[in-house]
């Protein structure tokens, strides 16, 4: 994602949205893990951005977004995502043989989905978008601690897929990767 | 260690990988005003449920102890002008039907809507609605600017329909600056006072939104009827360059007076 220092025009809501929709959009497909749900966050975050542009843009933006995407999706999940992402739970968990046998990301894909989705968002957040442990715990309201704890439960939920993968495999990634 | 930045390294590895990506948009603006226009018209249902609700909470204790409508605390009157909706502590209230200066023939009472999707909170009464003539189309673009002066003028500007949002407007603190997203010479023209250029005026049923919903002729028919949709005036404003900052203006016409009963 652009960071709070990418430039861009801060003036024109239109040039930010242009400039900053694809960063937001694959935020939001690894936030949600569904590329419906994460366009759906993305146009309810840049509308709420929209109505409050003056503020947003004076701040910054793209924090301004990403934040209403986290909570937004947080919050959606808390009131009925339990129910519909049943669909979305991987038949087997990231520690299972077959798994390390298919595609790397497909695996993280579908071990994401496992996560809790504060944990998610926290690995996301941190290992996605760099940020620091005290922004990211501002950003979720609770502690730096609390953030501390999540990622590493979250990292050693993911740990067997991702020690599992050989050297060449690891390299294999890379065309698909940045 | 070695281990946990090999995991955090190939984590990051995979959640930069380029089948996260999405096809950008190529309707950006459009999808974002319409949902913009959503968010605006839940809040304005909310808040005009909140201010109906307060209104019953005021009105009703008055009706009941006797109290007559006429003594209810005045409202601004033209020459408060200086005092722009900021002005704190000041308490705005809605006038009752039949009030001095607020016939009920021009001003009846709103109907409630259809239960359907709807961008109005309340419905203008059907009372006395007149099809819209090229005099009063003049009329309606001359109202637009003479809106935000004074509380007492928006409402005599505005069919009770709409007084809900003019009175949570009044109670709002005002926007300060030039509005975002304009181009440098919007800007330019917006600090010298100037006006929002008209893209449309015509009748609401011959209207073609060129970016999709909200389809305001089927909305307000479903939701007001059709004989509010035929006969309104709708006037379009704004930067043509960024329609996200652009207004849709819902004119009706009752007994000769011309009366804005939405604006978004």
């Not at chain 2, 209230?93 to 809507?113: D, K, N, Q, S």
């Not at chain 2, 999707?117 to 673009?141: D, E, I, S, V």
């Not at chain 2, 926007?175 to 975002?180: C, K, L, S, T, V």
Request: aromatic content about 6%; glycine content about 8%; some cysteine.
């Amino acid at each position: 994602m652009p960071g709070t220092d990418a430039g861009g025009d801060r003036g024109s809501f239109a040039d930010f949205a242009a400039w900053s929709l694809p960063a937001l959009l694959r935020f939001g497909h690894v936030l949600t893990g569904s590329p419906q749900e994460a366009e759906d966050l993305v146009q309810e975050a840049l509308a709420r951005c929209l109505r409050r542009w003056q503020r947003a843009a004076a701040d910054d933006p793209v924090a301004y977004v990403r934040r209403v995407m986290v909570n937004a999706h947080l919050t959606r999940w808390r009131r009925w995502g339990a129910r519909i992402r049943l669909g979305d739970v991987p038949e087997a968990a990231a520690d299972d043989p077959r798994l390390r046998r298919s595609d790397d990301w497909d695996a993280l894909r579908r071990a994401l989905a496992r996560l809790p989705p504060r944990q998610r968002a926290v690995l996301v957040l941190r290992y996605l978008e760099d940020l620091p442990d005290p922004s990211i715990a501002a950003l979720l309201d609770c502690s730096p601690g609390t953030v501390r704890s999540q990622a590493a439960r979250g990292l050693a939920a993911l740990r067997p897929l991702l020690t599992a993968t050989t050297p060449h495999q690891a390299g294999g990634g890379d065309g698909h990767g940045r | 260690m070695a281990d946990e930045n090999q995991a955090e390294n190939r984590l990051r590895q995979l959640l930069r990988d380029d089948r996260w990506s999405l096809p950008p948009w190529a309707d950006t603006q459009a999808r974002v005003r319409n949902a913009a226009h959503r968010q605006r018209m839940t809040a304005a249902a909310a808040g005009a449920a909140a201010a109906a609700a307060i209104t019953a909470a005021i009105v009703i204790p008055l009706a009941l102890t006797g109290a007559a409508p006429s003594k209810a605390p005045a409202v601004t009157s033209p020459t408060s002008a200086a005092n722009h909706p900021a002005t704190p502590h000041r308490r705005y209230t809605l006038p009752p039907v039949g009030a001095p200066g607020f016939p009920a023939a021009i001003y009846p009472g709103p109907r409630r809507p259809h239960p359907v999707p709807n961008p109005l909170g309340h419905c203008p009464a059907p009372a006395g609605l007149q099809p819209f003539t090229a005099g009063n189309a003049t009329t309606a673009r001359a109202l637009i600017p003479k809106l935000r002066r004074s509380f007492r003028e928006d409402l005599r500007l505005t069919d009770r329909a709409f007084w809900p949002t003019i009175l949570i407007g009044w109670q709002q603190p005002p926007r300060q600056g030039p509005a975002p997203g304009l181009t440098q010479r919007e800007r330019l023209r917006q600090a010298r006072g100037g006006h929002r250029p008209i893209l449309y005026a015509g009748p609401l049923e011959s209207y073609h939104q060129s970016e999709g919903p909200p389809d305001f002729t089927r909305a307000i028919s479903a939701g007001c009827g059709t004989r509010l949709a035929r006969d309104t005036w709708m006037v379009v404003d704004g930067p043509r360059t960024s329609p996200a900052l652009q207004s849709e203006w819902l004119f009706l016409t009752r007994r000769g007076h011309v009366l804005l009963y939405y604006n978004q």
